[in-house]
Antibody, heavy 121, light 107 residues
Framework: EVHLVESGGGVVQPGRSLRLSCAAS????????MHWVRQAPGKGLEWVAS????????VYADSVKGRFTVSRDNAKNTLYLQMSSLSAEDTAFYYC??????????????WGQGSLVIVSS | DIQMTQSPSSLSASVGDRVTITCRAS??????LAWFQQRPGKAPKSLIH???SLQVGVPTKFSASGSGTEFTLTISSLQPEDLATYYC?????????FGQGTKVEIK
């Protein structure tokens, strides 16, 4: 069974940094592309970033480009999202999600349970 | 960016009713369309990929169709556990974009 477990969320001051992790199990992580999607409280879903199986292809939403970095450690079956220069607009649940493909992107088939990031002074 | 527009934004239906949600894309996305269900307080769950293909384990009461710019998701017989917000999403081009969601309530 596929499991994606996010961690690292919490309350952070504006302008500071935070790193989210997503521990993956139940599938072959190193042949799967992965994504981060966020959802502000009470709002809709917003795609954040995508990374293919070997990190050769990485794409970001304009809203986070230059501030967020997605990476993966295939030896540890873990996906990361390094977030810097955080602002209140980044307050959201952050979901990691598995893609149906690996080298390219063919859409999401599984989601984690989410990690809440609150940016507040 | 491709805009995804869902209608209606919310609906209320009775148990056993057939429910249909529409999603329109601002440009041709072929069949690069997914549907997700998000129950209250829970993470999203994948229902449909490639516009009409059920994800593994999704009950067959869910069906979907469409291509190009117009898509539909149908629940054949609404049940209490179907209370949720449903989102469409295009993955034809980056940035991936979602519809605003359709909240399904039970009368």
């Amino acid at each position: 069974e596929v499991h994606l477990v996010e961690s690292g969320g919490g309350v952070v001051q504006p302008g500071r940094s935070l790193r989210l992790s997503c521990a993956a199990s139940g599938f072959t992580f190193d042949i799967s592309a992965m994504h981060w999607v966020r959802q502000a409280p009470g709002k809709g879903l917003e795609w954040v970033a995508s990374i293919n199986l070997n990190s050769a292809t990485i794409v970001y939403a304009d809203s986070v480009k230059g501030r967020f970095t997605v990476s993966r450690d295939n030896a540890k079956n873990t996906l990361y999202l390094q977030m810097s220069s955080l602002s209140a607009e980044d307050t959201a649940f952050y979901y990691c999600a598995k893609d149906m493909a690996g080298q390219s992107f063919w859409g999401i088939d599984y989601w984690g349970q989410g990690s809440l990031v609150i940016v507040s002074s | 960016d491709i805009q995804m527009t869902q209608s209606p934004s919310s609906l209320s239906a009775s148990v056993g009713d057939r429910v249909t949600i529409t999603c329109r894309a601002s440009q041709d996305i072929g069949n690069y369309l997914a549907w997700f269900q998000q129950r209250p307080g829970k993470a999203p769950k994948s229902l449909i990929h490639a516009a009409s293909s059920l994800q593994v384990g999704v009950p067959t009461k869910f069906s979907a169709s469409g291509s190009g710019t117009e898509f539909t998701l149908t629940i054949s017989s609404l049940q209490p556990e179907d209370l949720a917000t449903y989102y469409c999403q295009q993955y034809k081009t980056y940035p991936w974009t979602f519809g605003q969601g359709t909240k399904v309530e039970i009368k």
